[in-house]
């Protein structure tokens, strides 16, 4: 017995050494991996980046017509924001949107431009998103926009959030028959399958993904960081 415990001490004292040597092996060749491999952001990336001019004249030619936009045409810069409705990123952005739209827009500061970009993994993002846009026919589009995102996680939630939809109608001051049968003949669903294609052409990451002129934020973004991208950039007149 007393040579098969000496035989285990010796096993255990040479094993676990090897063990956690062999662990730290891997652990190092898994972070080495990591910041090697091009999709890995890069040390100060900060998931920020600047489009290039084509793409700017892209939105200002094609895109922005697309979208749900607030603001003079001429105003010295133009943010523009895709998000999801479901999206829980999205929804804790939202007031920063509203306050964009009540200061920089207000003031005459810049132009505010909002595009759909239902996530295949939300099951009721592209339905939010066509109920807004049914309200946007009736002229109520911020309204209904806002009240999607502050009741965004009663709606997620149930199987089928119609009913709420409807509700929201009321509230925002939509007529709800009018909405549902925009919605049930899927009147949007041609511009909204034309946002995505817009977010495919910047490569947009993640919802939501905010442009402030040419500087993209991938992700939420504070209040102060867009002012200042907008302060850095008006005077050049770029939007």
Request: aromatic share 8%; glycine share 8%; net charge negative.
């Amino acid at each position: 017995m007393s040579q098969n415990n000496a035989r285990s001490s010796l096993f255990g004292a040479l094993f676990m050494p090897a063990l956690i040597l062999g662990v730290l092996i891997i652990l190092a060749i898994l972070v080495i991996s990591f910041r090697s491999s091009p999709s890995a952001p890069s040390a100060g990336n900060d998931n920020t980046r600047t489009l290039d001019a084509s793409l700017i004249s892209q939105f200002e030619d094609t895109y922005d017509a697309l979208g749900e936009s607030v603001g003079k045409p001429d105003a010295p810069i133009t943010i523009r924001e895709f998000a999801d409705y479901q999206c829980p990123a999205c929804g804790s952005f939202a007031p920063t949107a509203k306050r964009i739209r009540e200061e920089m827009v207000e003031s005459g500061k810049a132009r505010f431009v909002f595009f759909d970009f239902p996530l295949p993994m939300h099951a009721h993002a592209k339905q939010a998103a066509v109920a807004a846009r049914c309200a946007a026919r009736q002229g109520r589009f911020w309204d209904y926009h806002d009240r999607l995102f502050e009741t965004q996680r009663d709606w997620s939630q149930r199987d089928d959030p119609t009913s709420m939809f409807l509700d929201m109608a009321v509230e925002s001051g939509v007529d709800a028959d009018r909405l549902e049968q925009c919605m049930t003949q899927g009147g949007p669903d041609e511009v909204i399958s034309q946002n995505q294609e817009a977010g495919k052409a910047i490569g947009l990451r993640a919802t939501p993904t905010i442009i402030v002129g040419d500087t993209l934020f991938s992700g939420a973004v504070s209040y102060e960081r867009i002012q200042q991208a907008v302060e850095r950039q008006s005077g050049g007149g770029n939007g």
